[in-house]
T-cell receptor
Framework: AQKITQTQPGMFVQEKEAVTLDCTYD???????LFWYKQPSSGEMIFLIY??????QNATEGRYSLNFQKARKSANLVISASQLGDSAMYFC?????????????FGTGTRLTVIP | DAGITQSPRYKITETGRQVTLMCHQT?????MFWYRQDLGHGLRLIYY???????DKGEVPDGYVVSRSKTENFPLTLESATRSQTSVYFC????????????FGPGTRLTVL
């Protein structure tokens, strides 16, 4: 079974609007971390936001927020006030803490296009 | 502040050749990782290392070898390259267990003809 599922291969959003990128995860580990990374066309992986499984509040970083719904095993990324520079691939990832390995499992990504 | 670097950035090789991709980080991070990125698969872990001289397999280790004699370096070797190893390879690091970010290098685009 896939540990991370991103069901939206591509999304479009109007500039200045908000957009939600979906991510669901599958783990039996009670302790885990959830990450979002941005990959622009230049190819580098840019860290956006992190949510720990025991964090009580949803993580926020500037225009990025993570809508963490533990019971539903979802960790959607919300980007507010979209900008043209937000056009990129977005990857959701999970770290399972019981393994002690620290490695990340990635989803297949969502390509976001911001329309002027 | 060089951070994490990878070399070469682009490489074209032929089937059966040995290729080594280099990864160097200046932060003295304990953990280092190699991922490969392929269309439709996202990033998948090849190998990781928790410290110098400690390495372990990830999800897709076949055909790859790693070593880590120094904390700052984590080379990845394809002993006999195959076309299926054509991919973009990312090295990453983080300072400690359960850290809330992994820091990625710029990637190496490898083509095996």
């Amino acid at each position: 079974a896939q540990k991370i599922t991103q069901t939206q291969p591509g999304m479009f959003v109007q500039e200045k609007e908000a957009v939600t990128l979906d991510c669901t995860y599958d783990t039996s580990d009670p302790s885990y971390g959830l990450f979002w990374y941005k990959q622009p066309s230049s190819g580098e992986m840019i860290f956006l936001i992190y949510q720990g499984s025991y964090d009580q509040q949803n993580a926020t970083e500037g225009r990025y927020s993570l809508n963490f719904q533990k019971a539903r095993k979802s960790a959607n990324l919300v980007i507010s006030a979209s900008q043209l520079g937000d056009s990129a691939m977005y990857f959701c990832a999970m770290r399972e803490d019981k393994t002690g390995a620290n490695n990340l499992f990635f989803g297949t990504g969502t390509r976001l296009t911001v329309i002027p | 502040d060089a951070g994490i670097t990878q070399s070469p950035r682009y490489k074209i090789t032929e089937t059966g050749r040995q290729v080594t991709l280099m990864c160097h980080q200046t932060w003295s991070h304990s953990y280092m990782f190699w991922y490969r990125q392929d269309l439709g698969h996202g990033l998948r872990l090849i190998y990781y290392s928790a410290a110098a001289d400690i390495t372990d397999k990830g999800e897709v280790p076949d055909g790859y070898v790693v070593s880590r004699s120094k904390t700052e370096n984590f080379p990845l070797t394809l002993e006999s390259a195959t076309r299926s190893q054509t991919s973009v390879y990312f090295c990453a690091s983080c300072p400690a267990l359960l850290y809330n970010e992994q820091f990625f290098g710029p990637g190496t685009r490898l083509t095996v003809l």
